[in-house]
C-alpha cells in the first residue's frame, strides 16, 4: 500500500461539491483539499495568470505528499490544465498527474444527449472560454452547444440566498433561453450550482438531464484509478482528510460545510505565495 494522497483543489468554496462525491463513491483514499479564497474568483483573470496560479496550488499540494490532484474548478480546467500537464508535469513532477473536470462533464453529455442540443451554465469566465464547447465538438462535432452565463448565482449561494425566492426566480430566467432552444442535456458548469441541483432540474423538466459536475468527476477519477493500476497502488488507504485555505480558515469551515455536507473541522492556512511556478524553480528540497 502506497504513501499518496489525493488533492483536490479549486479558486475557492465550489470544489468541495466536487470532493463530496468522490468521498461518497470512492472514500477509502487519503485526501488534501486546497481552496484559493483568497485570490478567488478566476473567472475574470488571464489566462497566464490563471496557469500561475494553478500551477503555486499544484506545487503546494504535490508538497503535501499528492500524487494525483484533481483541477475541481472549470476556469483552472479550462485555462490552465493542459499546459499543467504538457509543461509543468514533465518537466518537475514527471510521474506524478493532474486531471480536470470539464471532461467528464462533456462525455457524460454526448452519452446522454438523444438530440444532440446540450446546454451549458457557467460563470461569465467559464462562458466565454468556450471550453465545454471545444471539448464537445472534439466529441461529436454534430452536437449544438447553447450557452448561458449566470454571473448573480455564485454571490447568491455564497450568502447563504439558495433557498430564497428571489434566486429562483433569477435561475428560472437564466434557464429561459436554454430551455426555448430544446437542450435535452445541461451541464452544470461551476462547482457552485449543485448547491441548486434541484432547482436546476425542477426548472428544467424530466425531459432535460443534468449533469453534476461532481458526480461525473468522481465517476471519472473512479475509473481512471482502476485503468491505472501503477498509481492506484501508490495511494494511501489511511482515509486521511486535510484542508488548506489561503484565506481565513475561519470562515472558511463555517461556509464550505454547507457545500461539502458537513462541518470542516481544523481548516488551516496555506501559503502559495512564496511559491513560483514550479515549472521555473522545480520542486522544493
Not at 498509481?231 to 482528510?241: D, W, Y
Request: with cysteine.
Amino acid at each position: 500500500m502506497g504513501q499518496g494522497l489525493i488533492g483536490i483543489f479549486d479558486s475557492g468554496f465550489g470544489g468541495l461539491t466536487i470532493f463530496r462525491e468522490i468521498e461518497a463513491l470512492i472514500p477509502g483514499y487519503s485526501y488534501v483539499y486546497l481552496g484559493d479564497s483568497a485570490r478567488n474568483p478566476y473567472g475574470n483573470r488571464s489566462k497566464e495568470t490563471v496557469f500561475h496560479y494553478t500551477s503555486q496550488a499544484v506545487s503546494f499540494l504535490f508538497e503535501r505528499g499528492c500524487e494525483l490532484i484533481i483541477t475541481a474548478c472549470s476556469t483552472a480546467s479550462a485555462l490552465a490544465l493542459r499546459r499543467i500537464q504538457q509543461e509543468y508535469l514533465p518537466a518537475t513532477y514527471p510521474e506524478r498527474r493532474v486531471l480536470g473536470m470539464v471532461h467528464p462533464c462533456v462525455e457524460e453529455a454526448q452519452r446522454a444527449t438523444r438530440n444532440n442540443r446540450v446546454g451549458v451554465v457557467g460563470t461569465r469566465g467559464t462562458v466565454s472560454s468556450g471550453s465545454f464547447g471545444a471539448e464537445l465538438f472534439k466529441l461529436d462535432p454534430e452536437i449544438k452547444v447553447f450557452q448561458q452565463a449566470c454571473p448573480l448565482l455564485v454571490p447568491l449561494i455564497e450568502e447563504g440566498w439558495d433557498s430564497k425566492p428571489e434566486t429562483r426566480m433569477i435561475l428560472r430566467k437564466y434557464l429561459r433561453p436554454l430551455k426555448s432552444r430544446g437542450v435535452d442535456v445541461l451541464i452544470l458548469g461551476c462547482t457552485h450550482y449543485p448547491v441548486l441541483l434541484k432547482d436546476f432540474e425542477r426548472n428544467m423538466g424530466k425531459n432535460c438531464r443534468v449533469i453534476h459536475p461532481g458526480e461525473a468527476t468522481a465517476r471519472a477519477l473512479a475509473d481512471y484509478l482502476v485503468r491505472h493500476p501503477e498509481m492506484e497502488t501508490r495511494l494511501a488507504r489511511s482515509r486521511k482528510r486535510e484542508f488548506f485555505t489561503t484565506d481565513d480558515p475561519k470562515r472558511f469551515g463555517e461556509l464550505g460545510g454547507r457545500f461539502f455536507g458537513r462541518s470542516l473541522a481544523n481548516v488551516e492556512r496555506a501559503d502559495l505565495f512564496y511559491l513560483e511556478s514550479a515549472a521555473l524553480t522545480g520542486p522544493r528540497a
